[in-house]
């Protein structure tokens, strides 16, 4: 049976050490990572798990939905107001409003929680200046402006409320508590 002695065990168990002692306390992409993040703080979108399924609009003028399904793979957090979300088109961004009449709750995920929050929409007439040529949407969680989660949006255009150069006609709901 070998064993090893004990300065080559010490010096390994030294250099795991320093190594850990490097660690500045950051994600790759720059932000707090989720142990070190106190429980109940702001949601992170590093943390959550993101799932997208729409309910596309099938033709101009038909109301459509993209809904994008949250779960928390970090510490415990909480979101309080509305995703903010943001159209892209090739020249211009129009950020969605909350659903009229929607209030913004408090919603607590603990580790593998999970929320959903949906984008309705109209779908705009294709190539028309009454209409926004969307190429992607970004959201933010609140309290989290700096990160964004950007996918790409398939789901045709999307129909300006005051013609061209309006606003989208497309709002965003609250978080909805999701399972048990």
Known sequence: MRTLSPLPLAAALTAALLLTACDDGKSADGGAKTADRPAGSACAIGDMGVEVAAGAAPAAG???TVTVTLTNKG???TLKGFPGVDLMADDSTTSVSPDEGAKAQSLT???GGTTSFTITYVRGEAGSPKSLPVRKASFTLPG???DAHTLTWSY???A???GAGGAAQAS???FESSGD
Do not use: P
């Open 144 to 146: 989290a402006t700096r």
């Open 75 to 77: 510490a415990q957090c």
């Open 109 to 111: 995920l603990g580790k």
């Open 62 to 64: 038909d109301t459509g």
């Open 160 to 162: 300006r409320r005051d």
């Open 156 to 158: 045709g255009e999307v």
């Open 172 to 174: 965003v709901s609250g």
